[in-house]
């Protein structure tokens, strides 16, 4: 059964940081592509960021471009999102999901097949 489990939310304060994990489980995380999305109250779920299934293309939504680094190893079938000068806009949970083929990074979530339960984050002081 496919399966995405993500960890690492919580509270923190402006300007600090947060990873994020996503583990796969239930096929070979290195044929997927994976992405992280985010979903404010309120608000659409949008693209955060995405990575090529072997890591060596990725893509960031303008909103977080210098902030947020995403990564993947292969080996462990986990895929990262280190989020750096956090801001209370990127309060959200936050989802991992994998598409259903290999490619580039993409940020639409139209594009993606699996889909975690999601991690809370909340940047405040």
């Known amino acids: 059964q496919l399966q995405l489990v993500e960890s690492g939310g919580g509270l923190v304060q402006p300007g600090g940081s947060l990873r994020l994990s996503c583990v796969v489980s239930?096929?070979?995380?290195?044929?997927?592509?994976i992405g992280w999305f985010r979903q404010a109250p309120g608000k659409e779920r949008e693209g955060v960021s995405s990575?090529?299934?072997?890591?060596?293309?990725?893509a960031y939504a303008d909103s977080v471009k210098g902030r947020f680094t995403i990564s993947r190893d292969n080996a462990k079938n986990t895929a990262y999102l280190q989020m750096n000068s956090l801001k209370p806009e990127d309060s959200a949970v936050y989802y991992c999901?994998?598409?259903?083929?290999?490619?580039?990074?993409?940020?639409?979530?139209?594009?993606?097949?699996?889909w975690g339960q999601g991690t809370e984050v909340t940047v405040s002081s």
């Open positions: 239930g096929f070979t995380a290195r044929y997927y592509v």
């Open positions: 999901a994998a598409t259903g083929r290999w490619g580039q990074p993409v940020l639409s979530r139209n594009e993606y097949n699996y």
């Open positions: 990575i090529r299934n072997d890591g060596g293309s990725t």
